[in-house]
């Protein structure tokens, strides 16, 4: 489902980019939480080495920044962790488990590393008195919504136990992935809007933090509904993210409420598998 690696260059040199984060630092004034997205694992030695984190550590210690960045659990070592402590000791580290079903990891997602793996990198974190942040993933293909919906909360339940911050991710159709194939072929819909909201009212977080911020959400290829309610509960999920407050969640009156409990009791009955059945049905209406 990852596309990331359609837009990468393979040219780019770690003096690329000392150069552009030190750019990008130069404009930031006033901030004091800084989080480097790489799309990949900042601890991985063959994409930033140790001499680019160390110069990114330092600048981020002299401007008083608590700093967040993401990694594969097999690049969490325990020998770099104290390299890096020993110049920034504001931390947070972000861990991709997407789900805490085996099954899932390795059919689904194909990610490349088991449960077991992602419980040895947060004991290290967590014994290193480094915060975990952990992704949870929305709806992976193969998956019904409601399947999805009960492994998303069972995930989060899970990863509460050794994470500070949960960020559930609604899947969204990349270019030139599996899941854009399936999307065209009308076997696979990116997650109901509803269902973001079910998992996020119904988790178990266990006091730790709960985030989400839809990527493509309100569009077709990312988290949506019938298009009417989407900016609103769009905006409510927003504003639970900042509080923390559930009683912040939309809920708006909505004709395409009804359509989603149909497909969510439905869904696995039809021809043993996933499918969009609201674009089914909308296009055969027409």
Same mark, same amino acid.
């Given at each position: 489902?990852?596309? %990331? @690696? ?9 003096? @690329?980019? $000392? ?5 990008? #630092? ?10 480097? !997205? $790489? ?6 030695? =063959? ?12 600048? =981020? ?16 070592? $325990?020998?770099? *962790?104290?390299r890096m402590l020993a110049i920034h000791d504001d931390l947070e580290i972000a861990l991709g488990l997407e789900s805490s ?24 974190? @967590? ?6 942040? /952990? ?46 194939? *399936?999307?065209?072929?009308?076997? !696979? ?15 178990? /977080? ?16 990312g988290a949506h509904n019938c298009g009417k309610c989407d900016e609103v509960i769009l905006d409510s999920i927003r504003a !639970?993210? #900042? ?15 009804? $359509? ?8 696995? %009955? ?17």
């Amino acid at each position: 489902m990852c596309g %990331y @690696n359609v837009d990468s260059s393979k040219g780019i040199t770690q003096q @690329n980019i $000392t150069k552009q984060f030190d750019s990008a #630092m130069d404009q930031l004034d006033g901030i004091s939480f800084l989080k480097i !997205y $790489t799309s990949g694992s900042f601890l991985d030695e =063959c994409e930033i080495t140790s001499d680019t984190s160390d110069h990114i550590l330092k600048r =981020c210690a002299d401007a008083n920044l608590r700093l967040l960045f993401e990694s594969r659990p097999e690049y969490v070592i $325990t020998e770099r *962790l104290d390299r890096m402590l020993a110049i920034h000791d504001d931390l947070e580290i972000a861990l991709g488990l997407e789900s805490s079903n085996d099954n899932v990891l390795r059919y689904s997602i194909n990610k490349g590393f088991a449960v077991e793996d992602y419980e040895k990198a947060t004991a290290v974190l @967590n014994a290193k008195g480094i915060d975990v942040r /952990t992704y949870v993933l929305l709806k992976p293909p193969f998956l019904t919504e409601s399947e999805a919906i009960e492994d998303a909360k069972a995930t989060i339940a899970f990863a509460a136990k050794s994470s500070k911050t949960i960020s559930l991710n609604p899947v969204n159709v990349q270019r030139g992935t599996l899941v854009e194939r *399936l999307w065209r072929n009308w076997a !696979y819909r990116s997650p109901w809007l509803w269902s973001v909201l079910k998992v996020l009212r119904e988790s178990d /977080t266990k006091g730790r933090k709960l985030i989400c911020d839809p990527t493509g959400g309100g569009k077709e290829r990312g988290a949506h509904n019938c298009g009417k309610c989407d900016e609103v509960i769009l905006d409510s999920i927003r504003a !639970y993210s #900042m509080t923390q407050d559930r009683s912040r969640l939309g809920s708006p009156e909505c004709d395409c409420r009804e $359509t989603w409990e149909s497909v969510v009791d439905v869904e696995g %009955y039809v021809m043993g598998g996933t499918c969009d059945l609201q674009r089914f049905f909308r296009k055969h209406r027409a």
